[in-house]
């Protein structure tokens, strides 16, 4: 946190400190004006280490799934069942899809409504997303 000069809303009070970044803790602290665009894969699996979740267990996804669900009216997301840390950052993150729907096809759609419109494509059967095989095994971190 220090090497990215992160500041940390003074209204969360989690520790450790790393905590108050997590998606799930940081749109609290948004503005009920601001829309929000979460893509999140349902086994990110640094984020299950950090938590100290079974990565066996399929419990977490699943109750990670139903949370994106429920969640406000502001929020759009885009949660492939892919196992790839930081698939953002690779160079294939143009080519996961949801129910044939591409991150690139959705973004652009979210960005050009105006107000209250969301999606939520949370791949719902675990392994319907297409999730490319990334070559580059490089190190994105």
Not at 68 to 91: E, M, N, V
Request: charged share 20%.
């Amino acid at each position: 946190m220090i090497y990215w000069n992160t500041q940390i809303s003074n209204l969360c009070k989690l520790e450790p400190r790393y905590k108050c970044l997590l998606g799930s803790e940081a749109i609290k602290y948004f503005p009920l004006y601001v829309k929000i665009f979460i893509i999140q894969s349902l086994f990110d699996f640094t984020q299950l280490q950090l938590d100290e979740i079974n990565l066996n267990s399929y419990d977490f996804s699943l109750k990670l799934r139903d949370n994106l669900y429920q969640s406000s009216h502001r929020i759009s997301i885009f949660a492939p069942s892919c196992t790839l840390l930081g698939f953002l950052f690779r160079s294939v993150w143009s080519k996961y899809d949801i129910e044939q729907r591409t991150l690139a096809s959705v973004l652009n759609l979210w960005l050009k409504r105006k107000k209250h419109f969301h999606l939520k494509l949370i791949d719902h059967h675990f392994h319907s997303s297409y999730c490319p095989q990334n070559d580059d095994n490089q190190d994105i971190f």
